[in-house]
């Protein structure tokens, strides 16, 4: 079975400051990894995606992921964060691009000013 | 492109009462879509796949006559929550994907209260 592990619940980095949110995952074979990002209320907005080829991957709005297959890890990383970026974000795992998804518990971002 | 939309975006019911959530895809035909449920300040959690024209195929847990998911058209899916319990209010994303091995797209949500 597949399963993502998200270990921050919350963080909070100042405005302008870089961030890296953690994302291990558990999966038999290859895998298929998302970011995406939730603001309150809404619904989930993709940032990126893992399938294959390059295992650092360029997303919207800043964000980059790096695929570490030796430590089952996808982290998301931004080198500079805006208030706007402050939203529940949550990794994802799927054994193809369009099969069921297994998300994470998610991160809450909080940006300070 | 890829655009998948949700009505009602936010219901409010009385325990007792049936309420039916639409998925639609706007501009693909969705082969199949799939129901997530998200409790306040938790996951998504998978409830259901559905595929057009079969019947859902529901996750361990989810009651299948409790959650009601017809998917009769390629551009849309309906997940109606039976005798809707206090309990059963969460925050209902759907998604949709064409072909077996595309990208899904999720919709916005729907955001159920049962009073």
């Known amino acids: 079975a597949q399963s993502v592990t998200q270990p921050d619940i919350h963080i909070t980095v100042s405005e302008g400051a870089s961030l890296e949110l953690r994302c291990n995952y558990s999966?038999?074979?290859?895998?298929?990894l998302f970011w995406y990002v939730q603001s309150p209320g809404q619904g989930l907005q993709l940032l990126l995606k893992?399938?294959?080829?390059?295992?650092l991957v360029q997303g919207i709005k800043g964000f980059e992921a790096e695929f570490k297959r030796s430590q089952s890890s996808f982290n998301l990383r931004k080198p500079s964060v805006h208030w706007s970026d402050a939203a529940e974000y949550f990794c994802?795992?799927?054994?193809?691009?369009?099969?069921?998804?297994?998300f994470g518990g998610g991160t809450r971002l909080m940006v300070k000013p | 492109g890829a655009v998948v939309s949700q009505h009602p975006s936010w219901v409010i019911c009385k325990s007792g009462t049936s309420v039916k959530i639409e998925c639609r895809s706007l501009?693909?035909?969705?082969?199949?879509m799939f129901w997530y449920r998200q409790f306040p300040k938790q996951s998504l959690m998978l409830m259901a796949t559905?595929?057009?024209?079969?019947?859902?195929?529901?996750e361990q847990g989810v009651e299948k006559d409790k959650f009601l998911i017809n998917h009769a058209s390629l551009t849309l899916s309906t997940l109606t929550v039976t005798s809707a319990h206090p309990e059963d209010s969460s925050f209902y994303i759907c998604?949709?994907?064409?072909?077996?091995?595309?990208?899904?797209?999720f919709g916005p949500g729907t955001r159920l209260t049962v009073l």
């Open positions: 994802a795992v799927g054994a193809n691009a369009g099969n069921m998804l297994t």
């Open positions: 998604s949709a994907r064409q072909g077996n091995y595309n990208e899904q797209f």
């Open positions: 501009d693909f035909q969705a082969t199949t």
């Open positions: 893992y399938f294959s080829g390059d295992t």
């Open positions: 999966y038999g074979a290859t895998p298929y």
């Open positions: 559905s595929n057009e024209g079969s019947k859902a195929t529901y």
